[in-house]
């Protein structure tokens, strides 16, 4: 990763692989793959993710080309995937591994971040759960996991085939 326009941030939404789907499809990502995030073990396993409350979110890392997409731009879209008030489920996932959350490593992000979720609160009533945290560990998801969806196109997915579409082709 040497050129320095690649930049990347951690966004939890749910099942994973839908929402690595929807983010890969996003031009100027250069890169997405799914993982643990955040959590309080080393190395956790799907199963122990599931059963064992490790404290990990099923989270997808983005790599980012930041002279083509902004971060801003990235979040937008990623929140029309998500609902954002939604506290430990999405669709019909329900537990702790699926909330939602935004985990970065550029401490120079993080005002974006704030200023994103700010303006997306004004959308609802309810108060937006998106976590907002330093990445503290991700931990790579068994190679099943990785582009599930394009390999069992038939897979289950909590997003819908239109927003596949519209990430595709969404310009800034």
């Given amino acids: 990763m040497s050129n320095i326009t690649e930049k990347e941030i951690y966004l939890?939404?749910?099942?994973?692989?839908?929402?690595?789907?929807?983010?890969?499809?996003?031009?100027?990502?250069?890169?997405?793959s799914v993982g643990y995030a955040n959590g309080n073990t080393e190395n956790p396993t799907y199963q122990e993710v599931c059963r064992n409350n490790?404290?990990?979110?099923?989270?997808?890392?983005?790599v980012y080309d930041s002279e083509k997409?902004?971060?801003?731009?990235?979040?937008?879209?990623?929140?029309?995937?998500?609902?954002?008030?939604?506290v430990?489920?999405?669709?019909?996932?329900?537990?702790?591994?699926?909330?939602?959350?935004?985990?970065?490593?550029?401490?120079?992000d993080l005002p974006v971040i704030k200023a994103s979720i700010q303006e997306l609160q004004k959308k609802y009533e309810k108060p937006v759960a998106i976590e907002v945290l330093p990445l503290r560990n991700y931990y790579l998801a068994e190679e099943y996991?990785?582009?599930?969806?394009?390999?069992?196109?038939?897979?289950y997915c909590h997003i819908g085939a239109d927003k596949f579409e519209k990430a595709r082709t969404a310009t800034k």
């Fill in 12 to 32: 939890a939404g749910g099942c994973f692989w839908g929402t690595e789907k929807y983010l890969s499809g996003i031009q100027g990502v250069l890169a997405t």
């Fill in 54 to 62: 490790t404290g990990h979110a099923e989270t997808v890392k983005v």
């Fill in 69 to 86: 997409i902004e971060l801003a731009f990235i979040l937008n879209l990623y929140y029309d995937v998500i609902n954002p008030t939604s």
């Fill in 88 to 108: 430990n489920k999405q669709g019909a996932d329900v537990g702790s591994q699926y909330r939602t959350g935004i985990y970065y490593v550029a401490e120079e």
């Fill in 145 to 155: 996991h990785q582009k599930y969806l394009d390999k069992n196109p038939g897979g």
